[in-house]
Every structure is written in C-alpha cells, then in structure tokens.
C-alpha cells in the first residue's frame, strides 16, 4: 500500500521558514515526478511547486517564486518543500503528491498526480 506522509508544519511568525517533508513508502517514486499544494480554507486546492524525477525541472506557483525550494533524496524516497519569508497568505494545508508515472515532467496540475498524502497545517501569524 502506497502511503505519503507529510510533516513539518506548524505555526510560525511572519517573515519566518519551514522545511516540510513528505516521506513516502510502499513503492519507490525514483523514477516519478513529485509535486506539493495547499488549500486554504474555502478555497480549491493549488499547485504551489513540482519537481521531475531526476531534479532537473522544477516549477513554482508565482506566488511563491523566490521564498520556496522543492528538492527531493531518491534515495530516501522523500521530497521537501523549504519555505522562507512566510507571509500570512500561505497559511493553508499542504499536501504532498507523486506521479503514478514514469520519467514524466513536473505536473503542474493535481490531476495527473494519483497518490496524495494527508497534508499538514502551516499557519502564519501576522
């Protein structure tokens, strides 16, 4: 059973960072592509970033340009999400997901990723 799990998240003051982690099992994603999105509440969930298998291509939301790296260890079959220079407005549940696929680009879309994780809270106060 393909299981994805997310932590890192937490409360944390403008201006500040987190480092999320999405740990994944059951089935090696070394060869697949690997995304995270949020979702505020009352909003749709939103792509914020996505990473190739092979970390030679990765994609941003705009919003987040600049103040978030995705990088991933194959070899722990893990994928991270550093966050800096948090605002307020990233207050959201963020979800990691993986491509079913193989040696696909980074999806910017979340219906061309099928495993998804629980997600975790990030909250920044103002």
């Known amino acids: 059973q393909v299981q994805l799990v997310e932590s890192g998240g937490g409360l944390v003051q403008a201006g500040g960072s987190l480092r999320l982690s999405c740990a994944a099992s059951?089935?090696?994603?070394?060869?697949?592509?690997m995304g995270w999105f949020c979702q505020a509440p009352g909003k749709d969930r939103e792509f914020v970033a996505s990473i190739n298998w092979n970390s030679a291509t990765t994609y941003y939301a705009d919003s987040v340009k600049g103040r978030f790296t995705i990088s991933r260890d194959s070899a722990k079959n893990t994928v991270y999400l550093e966050m800096n220079s948090l605002k307020p407005e990233d207050t959201a549940v963020y979800y990691c997901?993986?491509?079913?696929?193989?040696?696909?680009?980074?999806?910017?879309?979340?219906?061309?990723?099928?495993?998804w994780g629980q997600g975790t809270q990030v909250t920044v106060s103002s």
């Open positions: 059951g089935r090696t994603f070394s060869s697949s592509a």
């Open positions: 997901a993986a491509d079913a696929h193989w040696g696909r680009d980074a999806p910017r879309i979340s219906q061309e990723y099928e495993y």
